[in-house]
């Protein structure tokens, strides 16, 4: 990208979205600017906080599932203010050669992360927008050994790239950079089974906040050219093996998000 | 259902859970242990918010299963704190991720503002330099701290845009957000850099003016380099004058600064010839040092249009006169080229206005017609412009310019002047004479236009539709009255015998009309005839059996000797010898003389002669009397239309057949 050398900005004047999802997840590291916008969206939204939650709950059962398919190597962009039950921490509970890199395109959320991750020796944290493949891949490479399978994690961020920047390519350059039998994990935001008035609010949640791009399961389930979509393929978030010790989920749609973990041919 | 199922299911229904069920469960039974073995219910609150069950729903949960009201109000107590302290913690951890980032960014800034290629300053409303970057210290010579010392409006040069200062009020007064120039400054050292600046306003919160930032980029060396292309663009390499597109903006300088101007326009006499004789690099040394002398003699612009032609620009002129005249004294001295002594002339176009009386391109082209008329009065000279010749002028040239349409509207016509035997005044021939039916000036005779037709070339045509016309409507008269040999005057001038294409235009002429060439006759001026380029011509036009004839023989340059070497026919004797010839008794006049001697001699090498303009029967007697073969005249007719020739010739079928 052209501002590839510019700073992003810090600018805590303005809600970021890696300080509303932590608002969402009970965190409080967040600003009072943040919190307001998650109020907003959550009276617009009121399945939003749940989404957030079960997206967060989605993401370490996928985790846990691919280390116990032999993926040591984890990519995870759009990675956010990390909270409880981190992808790094339950890589490296599981397996303690794993090596995590996170990227974030907010300053913010990734001076946090490298506090956090301060001593941890196989983690990284990159400062990037997430349409910067090339910028990402350059960094990541210095951990991330791109011979070996490697597990690209794009939990609730493809939604963030609207179409006019064709996310299909950012996720195509994402595919063509790691080996067969690296993994892809993609959850995103649907108007699919959602109830008129939500549509209507979402779209006018688009005017005020970070803008969403809604996307049919098709359109979602096309990220996933090249992968072969593990059991039970793209589905409702709490519907992708849930937790069989947890209560069955009635309205699995009210999430409005769908997620999917393929395995690259 | 055990204590801790149904605390874990009152948890789980309350909200989210950060952790999956069989981490929950272990924790539970843990912190239900420990409320069992009577520990502090504060320690089970801390516990739930270390593992993130922050939702104040996970409390009210745990308040619920818990019956003794004293360990509830524990375990309450015990959250609120930790949760306080993780919140603190938390805002705590976020300020100051904040802050190091903030710091990264601006770490980055610094860089940037540091290492920038590209001069950048900070400057305070009041014109302080509060802050500048290596790059720009290094372009004025100073170190970053002196700079600090300086005053923006200390940093002028006389060469700052006139508006500059202006526009920088306009930034401070916060008019304007943005100012961009070229702008020159002296260095520490006294040395000059040229820079492309660009100031920019920022503005406070409340959109108050605040600071400026300069951006400063070397343009030296490119300003030094478009300098020196741009003065080849308007400067003539060979001579190092201004050419005439400076000539062309300096004019427009001197219209928009000055109540009056003047010009001289001049040119070089004959320097055609020097580069022909004394070849190209001679006349290029000469031109330069032509343009030394016009240098060194005036303090005006002089400047090189072109070729041998140059312009000297008066701004509010006193004396023209003086000028041109010292003009020409300075350039007509001498001259050493190489071993060449060399002396030219020039010729001068003068012309002053006021500026409000005329434009740029017309006083240049005022100028360029009173050279023309100082080159046609003699050259060596100079001439003031005078409106009612270049009206003149105007006039010729406007008519100039008409004639190629003129001749595709078919404008032209001829008429037809008898030519008869002075023994017997029988029709020998006709002379073709054109004619311009003018749509707005009416008829308009050959003197009024040939010669500009010669100048512009329109001769050409014109000519070959003359010879054309003359030569169908000739072929014409053959078929209708066969048996009479009438043979048909054409003239022509310098150019067309010139004409590399002339011998081909008359082979398809006479091929397209079926005119006998034995009975076509090209009439030229002596000059013509004499030239040695068109000797070519001429000899070709006689082997195809065409004749020759010599137009107004005696007015020019009569050398008798090239009637001999070239393939002449006819000569047309002047009008004004023939107007010298009186009554038969008084026949010794000097033109009597002459004009028998032409006469004789003409005769001696074969050549008949034709005598132009005869009036008067008196002349007509004489030059029968000396044997001129033909006569041409108002004595015997005026020239005609075609009609009217086809008329004569009726009626002499009619009384020759009278005669029979």
């Given at each position: 990208m052209a501002e590839d050398w510019v700073p992003a900005g810090v600018d805590v004047s303005r809600p970021s979205a890696a300080r509303v999802y932590d608002y969402f997840l009970g965190g409080a590291h967040n600003f009072a600017v943040d919190r307001q916008l998650a109020e907003q969206i959550e009276a617009m939204t009121p399945n939003i906080a749940e989404t957030m939650r079960s997206n967060r709950v989605?993401?370490?059962?996928?985790?846990?599932?691919?280390?116990?398919?032999?993926?040591?190597?984890?990519?995870?962009?759009?990675?956010?203010?990390?909270?409880?039950?981190?992808?790094?921490?339950?890589?490296?509970?599981?397996?303690?050669?794993?090596?995590?890199?996170?990227?974030?395109?907010?300053?913010?959320?990734?001076?946090?992360?490298?506090?956090?991750?301060?001593?941890?020796?196989?983690?990284?944290?990159?400062?990037?927008?997430?349409?910067?493949?090339?910028?990402?891949?350059?960094?990541?490479?210095?951990?991330?050994?791109?011979?070996?399978?490697?597990?690209?994690?794009?939990?609730?961020?493809?939604?963030?790239?609207?179409?006019?920047?064709?996310?299909?390519?950012?996720?195509?350059?994402?595919r063509d950079a790691v080996p067969p039998g690296s993994w892809l994990l993609i959850s995103h935001a649907t108007a699919d089974g959602q109830p008129a008035e939500v549509i209507e609010a979402q779209r006018l949640s688009g005017r005020t906040a970070t803008e969403i791009t809604l996307r049919p399961a098709a359109e979602i389930e096309a990220y996933f050219d090249g992968f072969e979509l593990a059991e039970p393929g793209l589905v409702f978030i709490p519907l992708w093996r849930p937790d069989p010790q947890e209560p069955t989920d009635e309205h699995p749609e009210r999430v409005g998000a769908y997620a999917g973990v393929g395995k690259k041919k | 259902m055990s204590f801790v199922e149904l605390w874990r299911r009152q948890l789980v229904a309350a909200g989210?859970?950060?952790?999956?069920?069989?981490?929950?469960?272990?924790?539970?039974?843990?912190?239900?242990?420990?409320?069992?073995?009577?520990?502090?219910?504060?320690?089970?609150?801390?516990?739930?918010?270390?593992?993130?069950?922050?939702?104040?729903?996970?409390?009210?949960?745990t308040v619920e299963v818990i019956d003794d009201p004293r360990v509830a109000a524990q375990v309450a107590a015990g959250y609120a704190q930790a949760i306080r302290a993780a919140t603190m913690a938390d805002q705590e951890e976020l300020n100051q991720a904040v802050l190091r980032a903030l710091r990264a960014s601006e770490a980055r800034l610094r860089a940037v503002f540091d290492n920038a290629a590209i001069g950048i300053g900070v400057s305070a409303m009041d014109g302080r330099i509060v802050q500048v970057n290596q790059a720009f210290a290094d372009l004025l010579g100073y170190t970053r701290e002196q700079m600090c010392h300086l005053l923006v409006p200390g940093l002028t040069h006389p060469e700052d845009p006139r508006d500059m200062w202006r526009m920088?009020?306009?930034?401070?007064?916060?008019?304007?957000?943005?100012?961009?120039?070229?702008?020159?400054?002296?260095?520490?050292?006294?040395?000059?850099?040229?820079?492309?600046?660009?100031?920019?306003?920022?503005?406070?919160?409340?959109?108050?003016?605040?600071?400026?930032?300069?951006?400063?980029?070397?343009?030296?060396?490119?300003?030094?380099?478009?300098?020196?292309?741009?003065?080849?663009?308007?400067?003539?390499?060979?001579?190092?004058?201004?050419?005439?597109?400076?000539?062309?903006?300096?004019?427009?300088?001197?219209?928009?600064?000055?109540?009056?101007?003047?010009?001289?326009?001049?040119?070089?006499?004959?320097?055609?010839?020097?580069?022909?004789?004394?070849?190209?690099q001679v006349g290029d040394?000469?031109?330069?040092?032509?343009?030394k002398r016009l240098e060194r003699s005036t303090n005006h612009v002089a400047g090189r249009m072109g070729g041998d032609e140059f312009v000297v620009l008066v701004e509010d002129p006193?004396?023209?006169?003086?000028?041109?005249?010292?003009?020409?004294?300075?350039?007509?001295?001498?001259?050493?080229?190489?071993?060449?002594?060399?002396?030219?002339?020039?010729?001068?176009?003068?012309?002053?206005?006021?500026?409000?009386?005329?434009?740029?391109?017309?006083?240049?082209?005022?100028?360029d017609l009173t050279l023309y008329a100082a080159k046609s009065d003699g050259r060596g000279r100079f001439v003031m412009y005078d409106s009612e010749r270049d009206a003149r002028q105007a006039a010729r040239y406007a008519l100039a310019a008409e004639m190629p349409d003129a001749l595709d509207r078919r404008e032209f016509t001829l008429v037809?002047?008898?030519?008869?035997?002075?023994?017997?005044?029988?029709?020998?021939?006709?002379?073709?004479?054109?004619?311009?039916?003018?749509?707005?000036?009416?008829?308009?005779?050959?003197?009024?236009?040939?010669?500009?037709?010669?100048?512009?070339?329109?001769?050409?045509?014109?000519?070959?539709?003359?010879?054309?016309?003359?030569?169908?409507q000739a072929a014409e008269w053959a078929k209708e009255f066969p048996g009479r040999r009438v043979a048909m005057s054409v003239n022509m001038t310098v150019s067309q015998a010139h004409d590399p294409g002339l011998l081909a235009d008359v082979d398809g002429i006479l091929l397209r009309t079926g005119w006998d060439p034995a009975l076509l006759v090209l009439e030229l001026t002596e000059s013509a005839v004499m030239d040695p380029e068109g000797t070519a011509s001429l000899h070709g036009l006689a082997e195809r059996g065409i004749r020759i004839a010599i137009d107004d023989f005696g007015t020019g340059y009569s050398n008798l000797a090239y009637l001999r070497r070239l393939p002449v026919h006819v000569l047309k004797l002047?009008?004004?010898?023939?107007?010298?010839?009186?009554?038969?008794?008084?026949?010794?006049?000097?033109?009597?003389r002459i004009v028998e001697t032409i006469i004789?001699?003409?005769?001696?090498?074969?050549?008949?002669?034709?005598?132009?303009?005869?009036?008067?029967?008196?002349?007509?007697?004489?030059?029968?009397?000396?044997?001129?073969?033909?006569?041409?005249?108002?004595?015997?007719?005026?020239?005609?239309?075609?009609?009217?020739?086809?008329e004569l010739l009726v009626n002499s079928l009619s009384s020759s057949s009278a005669d029979v």
């Open positions: 989605f993401l370490r059962r996928a985790v846990r599932f691919l280390v116990a398919r032999g993926v040591r190597q984890f990519l995870d962009i759009g990675s956010g203010i990390p909270t409880a039950g981190n992808v790094h921490e339950i890589a490296l509970e599981a397996a303690a050669d794993s090596k995590i890199v996170y990227v974030d395109v907010d300053p913010v959320a990734v001076e946090h992360s490298r506090a956090i991750l301060a001593g941890t020796p196989n983690t990284a944290v990159i400062l990037a927008d997430a349409r910067d493949v090339e910028r990402i891949l350059a960094e990541a490479g210095k951990l991330l050994d791109f011979d070996e399978p490697v597990a690209v994690l794009l939990a609730g961020v493809v939604h963030f790239i609207p179409d006019a920047d064709d996310p299909a390519a950012t996720v195509k350059a994402l | 989210f859970v950060p952790l999956d069920a069989g981490q929950l469960d272990e924790l539970l039974s843990g912190l239900a242990g420990r409320l069992r073995a009577g520990d502090s219910g504060e320690v089970v609150g801390a516990a739930l918010v270390e593992a993130h069950l922050t939702d104040p729903a996970m409390l009210a949960a920088y009020e306009g930034v401070i007064n916060g008019d304007v957000d943005h100012v961009r120039m070229e702008k020159a400054y002296y260095r520490k050292d006294g040395g000059e850099i040229w820079t492309d600046l660009t100031v920019s306003l920022i503005r406070d919160d409340e959109g108050r003016p605040e600071f400026t930032i300069a951006m400063v980029q070397d343009i030296t060396d490119r300003r030094r380099l478009k300098k020196r292309l741009e003065h080849q663009a308007t400067h003539d390499p060979l001579t190092g004058l201004p050419n005439r597109t400076k000539i062309a903006s300096d004019l427009v300088r001197i219209f928009r600064d000055n109540a009056s101007v003047g010009v001289c326009y001049l040119d070089l006499d004959g320097f055609k010839r020097i580069n022909d004789t004394l070849g190209h040394e000469l031109l330069a040092a032509v343009a006193a004396d023209m006169r003086k000028l041109a005249g010292s003009l020409l004294r300075e350039l007509s001295r001498p001259y050493v080229i190489r071993k060449h002594r060399l002396r030219i002339s020039a010729s001068i176009g003068v012309v002053e206005s006021e500026v409000a009386a005329t434009s740029p391109q017309e006083l240049m082209k005022a100028a037809y002047q008898p030519l008869v035997s002075l023994q017997d005044r029988e029709l020998r021939g006709v002379e073709a004479l054109v004619r311009w039916d003018h749509p707005r000036l009416g008829r308009i005779g050959p003197d009024a236009f040939i010669p500009l037709a010669e100048e512009t070339g329109v001769i050409l045509p014109l000519g070959r539709w003359v010879l054309e016309e003359a030569c169908a002047a009008g004004p010898f023939v107007e010298g010839l009186r009554e038969d008794g008084e026949s010794d006049s000097v033109d009597e004789r001699l003409a005769h001696a090498i074969g050549i008949s002669v034709t005598a132009e303009a005869v009036e008067t029967a008196p002349q007509e007697a004489t030059l029968r009397r000396l044997g001129c073969d033909t006569g041409q005249g108002w004595l015997f007719s005026r020239p005609l239309s075609s009609s009217e020739v086809t």
